[in-house]
């Protein structure tokens, strides 16, 4: 069994919300290591490791996340975005494969390898 890792850093000034995409309801979206049960606020200056479990080859469907800029991001006004995190069939390296939105919080990712990679977000 592989661990897709994904350590995300909030650098912004707003709560960065957390959750399983619901599309992936076979995914069991693991935070530091335990099952994310609800929707998850991470605090600005805090960071966190998200992974599954993963048995097989790496691929780019590894795992599916949303972060959002609020709580209400479903059926509100706050900003998201849908994810898709795997590894890229032309690198090999772990990163943002598929996905779209838009919120008042901007991602990069950097120091990617097969299974690892960090998630920084600031504001827009």
């Known amino acids: 069994m592989s661990h897709p890792v ?6 912004s000034s707003r709560h ?9 309801d ?12 609800k929707l998850y606020s991470l ?8 992974s599954v479990d993963w048995s ?3 691929n780019e469907y590894m795992m599916g996340v949303i ?9 509100g006004g706050d900003g998201f975005y849908q994810l898709t995190i795997g590894q890229s069939n032309d ?4 990163g943002v494969t598929d996905g ?9 990712v950097g120091q990617q390898t097969a299974w690892g990679m960090v998630m920084d977000f600031a504001d827009s």
């Open 6 to 11: 994904v350590t995300v850093k909030n650098h």
């Open 16 to 24: 960065v919300y957390i959750e399983g995409d619901p599309n992936w």
């Open 26 to 37: 076979d995914q069991v979206l693991l935070l530091n290591n335990q099952p994310l049960p």
């Open 43 to 50: 605090a600005p200056d805090k960071s966190i490791q998200l």
């Open 56 to 58: 097989g080859p790496g």
């Open 67 to 75: 972060f959002a800029d609020g709580p209400d991001y479903d059926y």
């Open 91 to 94: 690198s090999g390296l772990l």
């Open 100 to 108: 779209d939105g838009h919120a008042k919080v901007s991602y990069s």
